[in-house]
């Protein structure tokens, strides 16, 4: 196809062409400025990305589905799989989810929910502890425990460990002690013939069955105390009475007494008649019995007032009784009156904003629809101008074909035309050749100037007659085709038309666009206050839950009773019954425990025998084993009159048996004993984590927790083998990149050990944990780490045994019982296969200072109370050390230390709840 002839001295087509030029040129920066502002919004993401330390915390994650292929001809996607792993990667694989901090319990159960009801154990687990949990809404134990008995029928271990826990508390199921023994055993492996397994026993008064006593109790007392209300009553009135009849009695003797003097006066002169005689006589015994009642009515006063005051006593002690109570609870209903007015407050502060969110939204939405009608509009308008460049732009190709068909019906005037174009395209590049010449060599050719200009001037002659043979021509041409020049008249008209018509679809795109970007603003705006009312209703959702265990609070606070906890020997189950099997036969065994009362004790008793607890709660009592078997009940009274029982049963060796392996076992020596172990037992590789926060920015700063984490690393290092990572005064997103390291590191034949000395939180109302790295804030938890966060992140660790050692606080433990202990006097025989089995046994469990922060000792050490113990006892250890053990060792000497300086501190050692602890140990292993 031809085009049309572009013509120097005809500028009708340089409009269509600039314009044109113009637009693209126009579009191609705005595209530009769209890539480069795209990069730069990228990078800025990824820079915020890394930055961001949310994403390092473990969120419940949706995967998409895998493509799989079935022969040749069948491919498919195969279900989304649910994953818990950190916010980064699932983002990187593909996945869905919701961010930390938003989750509840609808989105949890929305990602584990499907693949718990297809009957996968390890999701039913998760379904059971989102409902045990809450999140949000109150605990559902039921439920929980109906999910955890559907995985643990599976043999998941996680499951059975938690509806144990379920059983010993008697949450969401009936108490028995010996059902969660059983659970416990199950999870952790023993279950061979000869091996047993043995716990620490804890047993507290917070079940339902009990509370209902207490308050049958209650009930009674009150109505004894109605009951001798009403007797001192009865007794003050029969008192009163007495005492009137007494005073009559009185006077009636008085005035005998007074008639009697009076008649002896008279009848003096007469005494000898008879009469008279015998009417004094009579007077005189009157007067005797008179006086004899008077004397039993004092008596029966007397006893009265006695058996009163009995009374009165009695009904003071019941009333400072019930004033006491009744002040504490008082106390309590106050405190917890105050924190739940706090939580309505705030509630309602969240209910006022979520208001104001909302009638914001509802007055931008005529402003938005407004906006939408307008874009609407732009549409229309834009889709009728390009409709309209369409129908022009086939009318200009159908001018173009019509020109092109008379252009070539021209014949020799088309020729001699071309001719001369291609002439004076010569002479103007000739032209100009020559000027450039000029130009270059005025310096070195000043000679012939002159005649070169001639020249110059004769060409231009030459081209100025060509122009006009040219023009010439043309206008002949236009003579001979007078329909060709109207035709071009139009098409330059049809494309001067098509240049504006595109001028104003570029005009409407840009008032689209501003449309769109309006929208897109308005829409951003919405999005940004539908977070905020996600939030609001997730804070007023979060109030609610604490008004409601506050109002639980406030039902119990006053029902919590003693507790008591056997820490040795350690407790088995025996066809059913919680019992001890003694090792020894031995007519008498020590028992030790702890018992604590937050009302304070008023009597302990072992078999009936009282028993006198030291200060910290401890006692140690010898019991007399019989021949068969020797029942155990301890009973611990609170001075609110609430109770608690613990029974078990001691079972004696037989006494005829010999013993060769327990007596050939106390002479192997502890170090060659370890050796053995070692070559027998794979404990696997050991790994510790160990922090120190020193210097704060908006802390006090403390003065022995990098001392402490450095003397710990290098104990674990040189004398147990550990490869330690340490970081000194680390900021939270150092704790949790290390943390993750060591996630995407571990094996399941790792063992891994936290220390961490540093700052720590624990919030009263949840009992939520948290650590406070160095660059954390007082009045913001946007930099602390709270302790779920952390059991989270152990939880998708794929390490066998897990121990956190924390100088701080760690809230969410279960109880010692879901631990395996072993027993003193095991043969080496049975003692190695135990330690088998517990090193193939996932544990997580936490042993913590009881404090908030590291205490100085205070007598004159450079480590804390706490880290000082810790590091005796691992330095005095040269055999394969557990961490109850330890736990025990420091324990009692970190209290004592402690409560000389005036500190309340009480170390615990636990299972982690909800950290995929399944009834192992951690293990120390000396080495060399």
């Not at 098509?498 to 449309?515: F, P």
Request: with cysteine; hydrophobic share 35%.
């Amino acid at each position: 196809m031809l085009q049309l002839p572009t013509l120097k001295q005809t500028p009708k087509f340089s409009p269509l062409t600039i314009a044109v030029t113009a637009l693209i040129s126009g579009w191609l920066g705005l595209a530009g400025c769209q890539s480069q502002a795209t990069k730069a919004e990228t990078q800025q993401s990824l820079s915020e990305l890394a930055g961001n330390t949310d994403k390092l915390l473990i969120v419940d994650c949706l995967l998409p589905g895998q493509v799989r292929k079935l022969g040749s001809n069948l491919t498919y996607v195969s279900p989304r799989r649910p994953v818990k792993t950190t916010a980064s990667e699932c983002e990187i694989r593909g996945g869905e989810y919701v961010a930390f901090d938003r989750a509840d319990y609808r989105t949890s159960l929305r990602v584990w929910l499907p693949q718990a009801q297809q009957g996968d154990p390890e999701a039913q687990n998760y379904v059971g502890e989102i409902y045990e949990k809450g999140l949000g809404i109150e605990p559902d134990y039921q439920t929980a425990a109906a999910w955890y008995r559907k995985a643990a029928d599976q043999g998941n271990s996680r499951a059975r460990i938690n509806l144990g826990f379920l059983y010993e508390k008697g949450f969401g199921v009936k108490k028995d002690l010996a059902q969660a023994l059983n659970w416990y055993r199950k999870a952790s492996g023993l279950e061979s013939d000869n091996l047993q397994f043995s716990s620490s026993v804890e047993i507290s008064k917070a079940e339902r069955n009990e509370l209902r006593l207490l308050k049958q109790e209650r009930q009674q007392q009150k109505a004894e105390t109605d009951r001798l209300r009403k007797q001192l009553k009865s007794t003050k009135g029969q008192l009163s009475a007495e005492r009137s009849k007494l005073a009559k009695s009185e006077q009636h003797m008085l005035s005998l007494r007074k008639e009697i003097e009076t008649r002896t006066v008279l009848t003096a002169p007469a005494a000898s008649v008879p009469s008279n005689q015998q009417e004094l006589e009579q007077l005189r015994n009157k007067l005797a019995q008179q006086e004899q009642a008077v004397k039993s009515q004092q008596q029966a006063i007397l006893q009265l007032e006695t058996s009163l005051t009995a009374q009165h006593q009695e009904m003071s002690v019941a009333l400072r009784l019930s004033s006491q109570e009744k002040q504490a609870l008082e106390q309590a209903l106050s405190e917890q009156t105050s924190q739940a007015s706090a939580l309505k407050r705030k509630y309602d502060q969240a209910q006022s904003e979520l208001t104001k969110a909302n009638q914001e939204i509802a007055k931008n939405q005529p402003k938005l629809a407004q906006q939408r009608s307008q874009l609407e509009q732009a549409q229309q308008s834009l889709l009728e101008a390009t409709n309209k460049t369409i129908t022009l732009e086939s009318q200009i190709a159908n001018l173009q074909r019509d020109t092109e068909l008379k252009e070539s019906a021209m014949g020799e005037q088309g020729v001699a035309v071309t001719k001369l174009r291609k002439e004076l395209l010569q002479y103007e590049q000739r032209l100009q050749t020559l000027e450039q010449a000029k130009l270059s060599e005025s310096s070195t050719l000043k000679q012939d100037i002159a005649s070169r200009e001639q020249e110059i001037s004769g060409l231009k002659t030459k081209l100025t007659q060509s122009q006009q043979q040219l023009e010439l021509s043309q206008q002949q041409i236009s003579q001979l085709n007078p329909d060709l020049a109207r035709q071009q008249k139009l098409l330059f008209q049809t494309q001067k038309e098509l240049v504006s018509t595109k001028t104003a679809a570029a005009r409407k795109e840009l008032e689209l666009k501003k449309l769109r970007d309006s929208e897109q603003a308005y829409l951003d705006e919405i999005q940004e206050q539908q977070v905020k009312i996600d939030r609001y209703q997730a804070e007023a959702l979060r109030y609610r839950t604490q008004l409601a265990d506050l109002r639980n609070q406030r039902q119990t606070a006053a029902l919590s009773g003693p507790t008591i906890e056997i820490l040795d020997p350690p407790i088995a189950l025996t066809r059913g019954i919680p019992s001890v099997r003694l090792r020894s036969a031995s007519k008498e065994r020590i028992v030790t425990g702890k018992v604590s009362a937050p009302a304070g004790l008023v009597s302990f008793t072992v078999n009936d025998q009282t028993q006198a607890p030291d200060p910290l709660g401890i006692f140690s009592t010898k019991v007399k084993v019989d021949n068969d078997q020797t029942p155990v009940k301890m009973v611990a009274v609170d001075k609110k009159g609430q109770r608690t029982s613990l029974e078990f049963l001691l079972i004696p060796k037989m006494r005829n048996v010999r013993q060769p392996q327990l007596i050939s076992e106390k002479a192997v020596d502890p170090v060659a004993d370890t050796k053995r172990l070692i070559g027998e037992v794979d404990f696997g590789e050991y790994h510790a984590l160990v922090i120190g926060n020193n210097q704060y920015s908006s802390f006090p700063d403390l003065v022995s927790a990098s001392t402490d984490a450095q003397q710990t690393a290098e104990l674990l290092r040189d004398k147990y083998g550990f490869k330690t990572t340490v970081l000194m005064d680390a900021t939270r997103y150092d704790m949790l990149s290390a943390l993750n390291k060591l996630r995407e590191e571990l094996t399941d034949k790792d063992n891994l050990l936290i220390y961490y000395a540093g700052h720590g939180e624990l919030d009263r109302v949840n009992l939520r944990g948290y650590w406070l790295p160095v660059d954390a804030e007082p009045n913001s938890t946007a930099n602390w780490i709270s302790n779920i966060a952390i059991t989270d992140i152990l939880n998708a660790m794929s390490a066998k045994h897990i121990l956190v050692v924390a100088d701080s606080c760690y809230s969410g433990s279960l109880t010692r019982s879901s631990m395996a202990r072993l027993d003193v006097g095991m043969s080496y025989e049975i003692k190695t296969k135990w330690l088998k089995v517990m090193a193939k046994t996932r544990s997580r469990t936490v042993l913590t200072s009881g404090g908030l922060k590291p205490v100085l000792d205070q007598g004159g050490g450079k480590h804390s109370v706490f880290a000082k113990s810790f590091l005796k006892t691992l330095s005095e250890n040269n055999s394969v050390l557990e961490a109850y053990t330890l736990f025990r060792g420091l324990a009692k000497e970190v209290q004592q230390t402690a409560s000389k300086f005036g500190i309340d501190q009480i170390p615990e050692y636990a299972p982690i709840k909800h950290g995929g602890h399944e009834a192992g140990e951690f293990f120390f292993i000396p080495q060399g």
